[in-house]
């Protein structure tokens, strides 16, 4: 690392440090040249690739603003929106590669969006997905029907533990 005062071509590391959750690494350097000390901030980026082949970095603002044009006309709020953004850069994030498909953001994106807002999921689906035909759109709304019924039968009916010989458990 070059030296921001003297440009010395070598710095020697004093301290370092993680920041941001494990994301940056904050390391205190000094210059064996001029004696001062500065500190440098080191990120792992994440690079999409997209279907064209192209890389480009990952960004949280493209993701929002995405899930904002889906979000248009609903009463979603923005906190709602980065939040969302957050989830999905933790997805990504989390799998520790750093180039990710496209798609892969795209169905990071989806699942979240899901339980965020239905109707927006359905505008970003339609978008993402590429749907052709009003048949696209029935299936993709019984499936959301499909998932509404089996969360709202999931809630009546709760599962309660119960012991080797069948009887519920007392909690």
Known sequence: MRCPYC????????DSREADDGQLIRRRRSC??????????????????????????????????????AC???PVDEDAIALLAQ??????????????????VGLAILIPLRELDQVAYLRFASVYKSFDSLDEFEKEIAALREASIAGEAAARHPVVPRSAGGRPQKI
């Open 72 to 74: 248009q006309g609903r």
């Open 7 to 14: 440009r010395h071509a070598d710095s020697r590391v004093v």
């Open 32 to 69: 064996p040249e001029c004696g001062k000390r500065f500190t440098t901030v080191e990120e792992a980026v994440l690079a999409v690739v997209k279907r064209s082949g192209v890389t480009e970095p990952f960004s949280r603002t493209k993701i929002m603003s995405g899930v904002r044009k």
């Open 87 to 104: 989830k999905v850069e933790e997805t990504i994030r989390a799998k520790g590669a750093a180039e990710v498909p496209s798609h892969e």
